[in-house]
């Protein structure tokens, strides 16, 4: 059986617009150069944030896993120190999004053993958009496996 004619046409008309859609779509994404975030207008992004060694961050997120372990698992866990600290990429998802510093330390622990943390500073990241966001996890401590595998969620 031969297709109509008006198949024919109908058939050729949805593959011109299909291809002309993906062929807009594709030069949306690329024809705008990138940009740092905080040259957007509506984005009050200044592109400064704490280095990873930062005391109150390293306090914040101590606290934090002292919250964690001692009210949702019932565990006496506690950080201790931090050693070997490092940055290990900076706004490494690219200018156009928000700013972040990713960094990874050794933390101490009081049962005596060293774990790896990896942590990423946010800019305007906090409650509501005030003040920076941390985002941390303990390899071998993400129990709800937010972060999976090994903590590569935080990281760049």
């Known amino acids: 059986m031969q297709p109509t004619r008006r198949a024919i046409v109908a058939a050729t008309i949805f593959s011109f617009c299909a291809s002309l859609a993906l062929s807009l779509c594709a030069g949306a994404a690329v024809a705008r150069p990138l940009q740092p975030a905080e040259e ?5 992004y200044d592109g400064r944030m704490p280095a990873c060694d930062d005391w109150i961050t390293l306090q914040e997120i101590a606290a934090r896993l002292h919250d964690a372990e001692a009210f949702g698992f019932n565990s006496p866990l506690q950080i201790t120190g931090f050693t070997a600290i490092r940055e290990t990429g900076f706004r490494s998802n690219g200018p156009d999004l ?10 101490m622990f009081n049962d005596q053993r060293e774990r ?19 985002e941390w996890c303990v ?3 993400d129990r709800y496996h937010a972060y999976s595998p090994n903590c590569d969620g935080v990281g760049p």
């Not at 957007?40 to 009050?44: E, G, M, S």
């Not at 928000?98 to 933390?107: D, G, S, T, Y």
């Not at 790896?116 to 941390?134: C, D, H, P, Q, W």
């Open 40 to 44: 957007f207008f509506t984005l009050p």
């Open 98 to 107: 928000v700013p972040r510093r990713f960094c990874a330390a050794r933390a």
């Open 139 to 141: 390899i071998g401590l």
């Open 116 to 134: 790896t943390l990896k942590y990423n500073l946010i800019e305007r990241g906090g409650f509501a958009g005030i003040g920076r966001g941390v």
